[in-house]
């Protein structure tokens, strides 16, 4: 485990809609200050944890403990936890009928008391860290880029001078030149306020540069975590593997066979016993089927779940 302030922590989270449990007991530290970066196929539940740590979704089970205190067991401290952690949304989330100076202090500022004037001061100083003039106050979201857009809302994220910010695949409808862009932007910010950030990223590359520390979920579980650095050199869960070998390159041999995941994933709604990888895993054992591995320590700061370790 880290030796820095743990920030957030989720303990045993379990998330269900209806008969489809979502999120399978999660168990994840955010230090302060770090960058943690989930990654996983689509369905595999990392949207869903990121509600739930921002309470925009409500836990079937489980503890999400904030600064040191569980706060699904004190709704009125929800509140105030909401205002410290901050949301950058994948499709923006910009009211299209207000401007960017309202859609950056309407709901956040006028929370706080602000006056008018005490409100267009902060869009200011919002938008300069952005990297936006404040000509842009007074536009529409329509009359602007994907990439502008995104700036706006990191900006309103921001608000309220959060401990974390949650940023919900953030770049992913961007190209590619805007991505880079909106993730230098994240983490300059990021060191400059020293706030901890969780990111969705489907991005290997990107992951390896991004992050501090890195979770990979499959099927509503985490299968491994490890420092987002050591990821390459490190990796021992065969999903993580495969992953990796999936990563293109400009510089990767083009007469090499390209390898893919044999397979499909089973149905959420009828998860079979045992590691929810084993119907797709080329190194599974009779114990795969049977029993599900829990997620333990391999190394310091690296956790895996998986039979062959």
């Not at 695949?169 to 880079?180: M, N, P, Y």
């Not at 992050?211 to 975590?225: F, K, P, W």
């Not at 333990?296 to 690296?302: E, L, R, T, Y």
């Amino acid at each position: 485990m880290s030796n820095k302030e743990v920030l957030l922590e989720l303990k045993d989270l379990h998330k269900s809609f209806g008969s489809l449990e979502v999120i399978k007991g999660i168990d994840l530290e955010i230090d302060k200050g770090d960058i943690l970066v989930i990654i996983g196929p689509s369905g595999s539940g990392k949207s869903t944890v990121l509600r739930c740590m921002n309470l925009l979704e409500e836990p079937t089970s489980g503890q999400i403990i904030f600064e040191g205190q569980d706060i699904l067991k004190n709704l009125k401290t929800i509140d105030k936890t909401r205002e410290k952690i901050g949301m950058v949304f994948q499709n923006f989330n910009l009211f299209p009928n207000k401007t960017i100076l309202d859609n950056i202090t309407l709901a956040p500022m006028t929370v706080k008391g602000k006056t008018k004037e005490e409100a267009e001061k902060k869009a200011r100083e919002l938008l300069e860290m952005v990297e936006l003039d404040a000509d842009f106050m007074q536009r529409y979201p329509h009359s602007m880029s994907g990439g502008q857009l995104q700036r706006v809302g990191i900006a309103r994220a921001l608000a309220l001078n959060p401990e974390v910010l949650v940023c919900d695949e953030a770049t992913s409808a961007l190209d590619v030149s805007i991505q880079k862009k909106i993730v230098a932007l994240l983490t300059r910010l990021q060191k400059e306020k020293n706030i901890a950030m969780i990111f969705i990223c489907h991005d290997m590359a990107l992951v390896q540069s991004l992050s501090h520390r890195l979770a990979v979920m499959y099927l509503g579980n985490i299968v491994e975590t490890v420092g987002g650095g050591e990821l390459c050199e490190t990796a021992m869960h065969p999903y993580t593997q495969a992953l990796l070998g999936s990563v293109f390159s400009l510089h990767m041999d083009c007469c090499k066979k390209i390898e893919t995941i044999p397979g499909d994933p089973p149905s959420p709604l009828e998860l079979p016993p045992g590691c929810p990888f084993a119907g797709r895993c080329e190194k599974r054992m009779p114990v795969c089927k049977a029993e599900k591995p829990r997620l333990k320590d391999v190394a310091p700061g690296h956790q895996v779940a998986c039979h062959l370790y």
